[in-house]
Structure formats: C-alpha cells, structure tokens
C-alpha cells in the first residue's frame, strides 16, 4: 500500500536542489541567472506534469497511472487507490441493484413506482406485461394516461388508499386487477397490482357448470334410459335392434365422458391460479407434437397438412394450456373441412409478437356465427357437431387459455372459401430463443 507523501520532505528537497544550483553558479559567478533558469525548468516540469494529469483523468482509457516521481507520483498514486475504490463500490452497489431487481421481478405481483405527478419511475416486468406498458422505451410515461381510467385517477387524487381499488386490465378486459398503493422514498408512490380475477368469477363459475351440465348431458342421458328401459323385454326384440341400442348407448356414453371431460378442463383453465407468465414454453417441440396426432387424426380426411414452424421461437405461458388451445384449433379444422382438404399451420414472428395460425379451405362460417362461435356449446351447424362429436366447448377453451395468455382468437372466415384461425402473443412474451430449451 502507498503510504501518504510527506510534503516536508519535498520542501527540503527542494530547497536542496536550490542551495545545490546555487553553490555552482556562485562558483562561477552566475547565481541568479543559476536560480533562474532552474526555476523555469521547475515550472515547466510542473506544467508538464499537469498536463499528463490532465490527459490521464480526462482523455486516457488505462486505469494503470503514470510512473513518476515527487509529489506528482504520489498524487498519481493516490488517485489510483480512490478509483480502486470507487470501482469496488460501484460494482457492490450495481451487484445490490441487480438483486433488488431480481427480487422484484421474482415478486407474484406487478410493481409500479411513480412519482407526484404519476409519471412512472419503475416498474417490473409483470407490470408491462398486465398493464400493456412500454416502459422504458418511453422514458417519460403517465400511469394515468396508460390505464385510461377515470375510477384510477379519482383513487389517486383522493389517496385514500385504505381500501384497494379494482379495475379492469388495460391490457385485457376480462381481467380484473386490484391497485394497492403504499408510500415510497423521495415521496414517490408504489403501485401493487394483483390479478383478483378468478375470485369473481369462482361463484359464476359454479353456477355455470350445474347449468351446462345439466342442459348437455340431458339429451344422451334421455337416449340411454329410453334404450335401458327397452332392454328387459330384449327377447322379443331383433338382435339387429338390440346391438343397435348397445351401440347407440356407447356412444352417448362416450359422448358423456368427452363432454364432462372437456367441463373439467375449462373449469381447471378458469380457477388456474397457476403464475402464467414464469415459464419459458418450448412451442416449437409442442407443435411438432400435435403435429404427429393430427397426421393420425388426418389418415380418414386425407388432408394436405401443412405446419411451418418457426424452430427458436418460444413464448412465456403455461404449457398444458397452450397445448390444449393449440390442438383443439388444428383438430377442429381436420374435424371440419371436408375430405381431401388443405390445412395450414403457421408460428412465426410477426413485428415482435409470436403469432399462430390455423388456415383451412372448409365451408367457412357465417358472420352472424363469428361473434358467437366461442360461447360454450354454441354450434354452427348442430347435426354435423353431432356427426364429427363435438361438444361446443373446443373454441371456448381456446378463448379462455388466450385470455389467460392477454390473447384474444381473431377469426377471418367466409361460406365456403375457409377459415383463419389466429392469435398473437405480445413481444414481453415473446422470446427467440438463442439455443433449445
């Protein structure tokens, strides 16, 4: 460690030099001019010195100093320490902001700070994502403005902050968030958003599977006991009859299981309280998945089958919903368009969103269909539902998994052209991936 430089000891040394120059020049008769010209050479020296100093601080990319001696070695030196210094507090304050960083975005909850006039300070990566923000790319960005809500700007101007405030999500409309604010330092304040969806909706929820459960299985249930009730007197009926009402019972038996089946998922896809955006899903491996079912699904259609999917394109969500939101689209074309058809598979990115696609050259849908068509049990044609065994829930499935994901499904379809099956996942979920998962 360099020791602090003793200014008495350059004192003296210099009035050494100066008695040394001194004695020579009055040797030789010239003191003053001996003075004199070593005190310019001094100065010099000094000058010269000080703008080595100055290119070092200023202009030079080394953080080594320059080797020299005197006051200005030991000035160098003790410059040197400081930046050492400096350098290892700023790495320990940059290595507490990565884990205060960290340790926000691993919250369960979306965080904003905003300052006094709701300008948005900070936010964690959730909060982009639910709120729809694009902080930091705009650096000034107003909270208020974003959400757009009058109830949120009334919360704020009052702060009365005792009791939460619940809104709707700016980035998707069926969820409900709830805004708790808490103080902050600099007399900023700090927003704590919870996604309290599925509370409102759990008794809803409730009373719409007794209703639809009781409405769909109603009919095979009718089917079955009006055969069971045939059956006892069995002997004095054709065999071709009976095998007709073992077998007409199987399937509304069959068509029982499915429908409760697909009840159950969409009942689990709505209560999900599963974090949808914590982890990375494989899309890619997922698709070429269904892929391989859909080619055996397609052996009876004999449709031309077409994926193009993009290899490092991943998306943040849940996989076995995806899963299901991605089969029952491609399913249901291979389902619906007639025989010796052409399915089109698409995932790729379009302007930074991870996009998919389901194309078929079926019959289409009407107009009036397509603002229905994802309501539970809702079919298009309801004798050709009961044909391909549909159950009406596919598509609504569909919706709530992309609801989940702040999707949406957009349909393009005309009567007998086809249907575009298609929706897009925002660029905070987007994700290319630089090697497989």
Sequence with gaps: MEKPYIWLLNIVAICALFATVG??????SEFWLSIGVLAILIVIWQFWQLFQLNLWIWHSKKMSPLTTFGAFGQLYQGIHQNQLKHRGKRKQLSH????????SEALPDAVVVIDNNYNIVWCNRLARIELGLSWPDKQTLNIVEALKQPDFLNFLVA????SPL???SPANVHKILEFRVAPFVDNNMMLLIRDVTRLSQIEKMRKDFVANVSHELRTPLTVINGYLEMLPDAADLPPLLVNKAIAEMRTQSVRMQNLIEELLQLS???ASNDRTFDKLVN?????????TEAQALNREKHHKLFFDIAPKLYVYGIESELRSAFSNLIFNAIH????????EVKWHLSQNCARFSVKDNGDGIAQADISRITERFYRVDKARSRKTGGSGLGLSIVKHVLTHHNSSLKIASAVGIGSDF???FSSELTQIASKPL
Excluded: M, N
């Design 283 to 291: 899309v890619p491996k997922l698709l070429w998945q269904i892929q």
């Design 159 to 162: 702060k009365r902050f005792e």
């Design 166 to 168: 619940e809104i709707p």
């Design 96 to 103: 507490i902001i990565s884990s205060y960083k960290a340790g």
């Design 422 to 424: 298609s929706c897009e």
């Design 268 to 270: 689990r896809i709505e």
């Design 336 to 343: 619906y368009t007639p025989d010796k058809g052409v399915v």
């Design 23 to 28: 004695a020579i020049g009055l040797h030789f």
